[in-house]
């Protein structure tokens, strides 16, 4: 089957397929990173905004260099300098971009389904950058696909996740993807920061690091926002790192060959400790450069669905 | 000024009618209920098929004015009961001003003599500007004609002034309304606290923010002696409390509202603001409780907290939006699809609960068919399915959780004091 969604704003609604999907596109796409000349005219002609509600580097880095190297035109809106300030509404912007006749918005937002409402307004594409800590698809996409081109497989493996889990998209994402990819995953936190029936995700759940990376053919580490701090119960920076930091004396409890990732950016000493971060064990950078490929698959995908959902409606 | 209802099914619990018959109202009174009437009549309203029953009485209603005329009007909030089938209405006093002194009470009662479509009755704060510090002067507000009290919106945090606000209620028998909620529990959730706010990434209300709460208020009265009723019951917990209170003879009395026995948590899922209300749509359990609490007589009252809010308000992003939805033009129709339709209700009670209970709890001359009484009086359909659309509400707002959804019971007449009131969209 093919991609028949106008949208990415979330993993929790795709099927294993189209996932898989996203996977194989990504595998296609990596190749055109490596070329002399790092383009394709997949996107000629289409505009893509980069919709930044939050402050973000990497990923708004990633979707650029993506969507540039699919060829399309790409503009950059952050809060500071639109007229968000200014009090417009969320579906304001989002129509006055479509009038704009770009083609896709890729939205991060700290409201958590703040993508899904856009997208209800808009009829162009919207692609999930992160939204609260609700999902951020194509995070959870790049470490999926990263793992996968690591270990050669997905079925069957055994992933933790641990940090920060209440607060984080990233590891909803995760959850949502890797399960329904077959992998089992164990999430790790201190009990405060484990939400509420979250083994209703299909996922089993402990407070113990060893036990979380005793079996784990991957960890992937969550970053620790401790400007959180006071807002919500949390652990003491100090504290943390001595219960669930990832350091080379607990990798060598774990499977020797056990994959570290992190989606960035990582307090060294915090959620692990450098030599872990820069070690042998550590996949981080792949994952950076995944992620373009990933980001090109999923901007590829959900522009050609659009273009089908017009042109049906043309014919209709 | 005769009119006669001919032929309907007249459903009467107050007078344990359940019977076809003819209704003979006079001006703004009923002047006859019995088979047959031979009378002249300069209006007759054929309800063969149909069902005749006491106007509802909607003790739960935000009409927003004074103060928020953006988002309703006394006139147009008023007009939107009458369409649902709702003859009077209590107003919650957290409109700006608050109704919290008897010059505001004035205020009130002016724009209602002045615009009101329906029996409009006003619920005065318990405490000055609903601020939870300081205790307005119940007895001036019930001489100016408040019925009852309530911080609806917010409950009053301190004890020992809930204490007292319970001992001044007592020795005015004025009935106190509590929104039961502890903040601090609630903890500035969206959400109910469980699988739904994990999915979604959102800060969860437990059950516990409501429950706590209400056996608080429950105790308090009780110490008091005074009458307290518990708006908005959504869970569990919240009904479990309120049983063993009136097996203890507590003078307590509590409402649920259509979406709490209609939806539940999952309908958040698409971050559809017009799910957003407080408290929170709870779990699937809590929802088979209320409807459990409806059909054994535990929950008292059906009312719709009908809370207006602007598109501007509620069609944003999910955390932003205001909390409540509309629902004077549902609230009827709801419960005949979905308490009459399971056989959880029959009629009868359906009227204990939607116009009788309420009327005798705020103690009011209503909610019965009394020769004598007040002509309000509604006619439905109990056939007809409609659907529900943004575009036919007679409110001002438009935030209905209903939109969308095809229900059973409609609203053909409704005579309020007498004068008839006919709808056909």
Sequence with gaps: MGWIRKDLLGLEELSKEELELILSTAESFKEVSSREIKKVPALRGKTVVNLFYEPSTRTRVSFEVAAKRLSADVINIATETSSVKKGETLIDTGRNIEALKADIIVMRHNFSGAAVMLARHVNLSVVNAGDGWHEHPTQALLDIFTLKEKLGKLEGLQVSIVGDIAHSRVARSNIWGLTKLGVKVTVCAPKMLIPVAIEKMGVAVTSDIDEALSNADAVNVLRMQFERDGETAFPKQLEYFKEFGITQERLKKAKKDIIVMHPGPINRGIEMSSDVADGANSVILEQVTNGIAVRMAVLFLVAQANEKIKNNEDVN | ?425
């Design chain 2, 1 to 425: 000024m005769k009119t006669l209802i001919k032929a309907g099914r007249v459903i009467d619990p107050a007078n344990k009618i359940d019977a076809l018959m003819d209704i003979l109202v006079e001006d703004s009174k009923i002047s006859k209920v019995a088979k047959n009437i031979q009378a002249a009549a300069d209006k007759i309203i054929d309800a063969q098929g149909k069902i005749v029953l006491p106007g509802l009485v909607d003790m739960h209603v935000h009409l927003r004015e004074p103060g928020r005329e953006d988002k309703e009007t006394i006139c147009s909030g008023s007009k939107a009961a009458l369409a649902g089938g709702v003859t009077s209405v209590l107003a919650m006093p957290n409109t700006s001003p608050a109704i919290d002194s008897k010059e505001n009470i004035k205020i009130i009662k002016t724009a209602i003599q002045k615009s009101a479509q329906a029996n409009c009755f006003i619920c005065a704060a318990i405490t000055k500007g609903r601020l939870g510090e300081e205790l307005s002067d119940f007895a001036s507000l019930k001489k100016e004609g408040a019925i009852a009290l309530s911080d609806d919106g917010s409950s009053v945090d301190k004890d020992a002034l809930m204490l007292e606000a319970f001992k001044q209620a007592k020795k005015e028998d004025i009935l106190v309304i509590c929104h039961s909620e502890d903040k601090q529990l609630a903890a500035g959730g969206v959400v109910n606290l469980g699988f739904t706010s994990t999915r979604l990434g959102l800060r969860g209300i437990s059950t516990e923010s409501e429950y706590k709460r209400v056996e608080r208020d429950i105790r308090l009265a009780k110490e008091t002696g005074a009458r307290v009723h518990i708006a908005h019951v959504s869970c569990q917990e919240s009904l479990e409390i309120i049983a063993r209170a009136k097996k203890n003879k507590v003078r307590v009395t509590c409402e649920s509202a259509p979406h709490y026995f209609t939806f539940n948590e999952e309908a958040v899922l698409g971050y559809d603001p017009n799910f957003k209300m407080n408290p929170p749509l709870r779990s699937k359990e809590d929802m088979l409780a209320i409807r459990k609490g409806l059909a054994d007589g535990l929950i008292d009252v059906i009312a719709s907290d009908h809370a207006p809010h602007t598109e501007n308000e509620k069609d944003i992003e999910f955390e932003r939006a205001e909390c409540g939805v509309i629902g004077l033009e549902t609230e009827l129709a709801a419960a005949i699809t979905e308490l009459l339709g399971n056989n959880l209700l029959d009629w009868s009670k359906l009227v204990l609960k939607m116009s009788l209970n309420p009327s005798r709890i705020l103690g009011l001359n209503k909610g019965t068919l009394n020769v004598g009484a007040d002509a309000d009086i509604i006619v439905v359909d109990p056939e007809r399915e409609w659907i529900v659309k943004k575009e036919n509400f007679y409110s001002k707002s438009k935030n209905s959780s209903f939109i969308g959804r095809s229900l059973k019971g409609f609203v053909e007449y409704t005579l309020c004091q007498g004068k008839v009131h006919r709808w056909n969209s």
